[in-house]
């Protein structure tokens, strides 16, 4: 066989291989799309970014215990399988449009330093597919975390870590969370969490680069660390878990349009953020520093059902690092808070006896606050904040 025929045979070889595989992608690619828009069996399906999703023709009977929203029994489930997930995403304006945030059920946004706000996103009820980018640890959201149940997981990239108040790291150690419900990328690192330097499309610093996956992070705390819908002992998230009131949205009201601006910092306008009433859906818009709060992975306007603004007393730490700029709030005890619902705004009171303790709301006569069954999205203001409403 000369060297001609050898030749052509591996390259008819290389064009039948690469068309086969052409072809597999795109047929495997067109079943599972196939799979997830006409499936009405109720079992879970992963789409094509390895989400799970459920079928929207299903009945929906349970309400999620976080925000109240009602979802299909087998979607129930899923979720009483695993437990509470905060995970913190930063909001650096290079790190936007983040993922994950829409699928999220609860949100406390705050200034993390220099007038950047962070978010510790919540996750039970749905999953989120790919979250981030993950950043750091800070006090005052491990302080909202311990809100949902016990050992609710906590997914960082490192922390503050100089001693003194806000030395995240070393509370996290006091709560006995190291190793076990505390799931910091420095001790976990890939797969579960990785870095995705093209993702936003444009180059970006490597702190903004740190991505994970929800379904990673409930596998490996179930896996490697026993923790499921129960702990080592046995004993339910849930045992002595608060949840809030709710109740579907109101027929009778009358809202009106409604912008809310907040100001975290004066002068720091890129962190300014607008939420505008949206009767149509009855919900609320993000807009951050003027521009529509994108989520990347559904390319979606982050809404909210509930915006709930909290003033705390915010202090600097004074712990040295880096011109101080490791930050205090006053989490526990009782001040003025701000709901808006239905297009309506309900001044109230807010009230966090210990760390672990629900953050409980009320309105003007004391009457605890029954949020919309949606997302509950917490603004944490200092008490010099502004808040202007049209």
């Known amino acids: 066989m000369n060297k001609k025929t050898i030749v052509s045979i591996l390259l008819a070889v290389f064009v039948y291989i690469f068309f086969t595989g052409v072809s597999y992608f795109l047929l495997s690619t067109k ?34 215990p976080l925000n109240g929203v009602l979802y299909p029994k087998v979607q129930k489930d899923w979720w009483d399988k695993h437990r509470p997930l905060g995970v913190m995403i930063e909001n650096h304006q290079n790190a936007r449009p983040q993922s994950g945030l829409s699928s999220a059920d609860v949100i406390y946004e ?97 702190e903004h680069t740190m991505y994970s996956a929800t379904e990673k992070l409930w596998t490996f705390a179930g896996a490697s660390r026993g923790l499921t ?42 962190y300014f953020v607008d939420w505008s009433y949206d009767k149509a859906s009855n919900s609320y818009k993000r807009s951050n520093g003027k521009a529509a709060h994108i989520d990347l992975d559904n390319n979606k306007q982050l809404n909210a059902k509930n915006i709930v603004v909290l003033f705390m ?54 009457n605890p606050i029954k949020f919309n069954r949606g997302l509950i999205w917490f603004e944490i203001l200092p008490t010099d904040g502004v808040v202007s409403v049209k």
């Not at 297009?343 to 760390?355: F, V």
């Open 31 to 64: 079943a599972q799309t196939q799979k997830i828009t006409t499936s009405s069996s109720g079992a879970p399906v992963a789409n094509v970014n390895g989400k799970t999703v459920f079928s929207p023709t299903l009945p929906k009977t349970e309400a999620c």
């Open 110 to 206: 705050a200034v993390a330093e220099g007038s950047i706000t962070r978010f510790l996103a919540v996750f039970y009820c749905q999953d989120a597919g790919q979250v981030g980018p993950v950043r750091s640890a800070r006090t005052y959201f491990l302080d909202f975390i311990s809100e949902y149940g016990s050992n609710p997981l906590y997914a960082h990239v490192g922390g503050a870590n100089t001693p003194g108040p806000a030395d995240a790291l070393s509370q996290i150690t006091q709560y006995d969370w190291t190793g076990y419900n505390d799931l910091n990328q420095f001790s976990i690192g890939f797969p579960v969490f990785w870095r995705d330097y093209n993702r936003l499309g444009h180059e970006t610093a490597t």
């Open 229 to 270: 819908n129960v702990d080592k002992d046995g004993v339910s998230w849930d045992k002595n878990f608060v949840p809030y009131g709710f109740t579907d949205d109101a027929a009778s009201a009358k809202p009106t349009a409604q912008t809310i601006h907040l100001e975290f910092w004066a002068s720091y306008s890129d």
């Open 313 to 366: 007393k915010q202090s600097n730490a004074n712990d040295g690092y880096e011109d101080n700029v490791h930050l205090l709030y006053t989490t526990k005890g009782t001040g003025r808070a701000i709901i808006f619902k239905d297009g309506m705004e309900i001044k109230g009171t807010w009230s966090k006896n210990t760390r672990t303790s629900r953050t409980l709301l009320f309105d003007s006569n004391g």
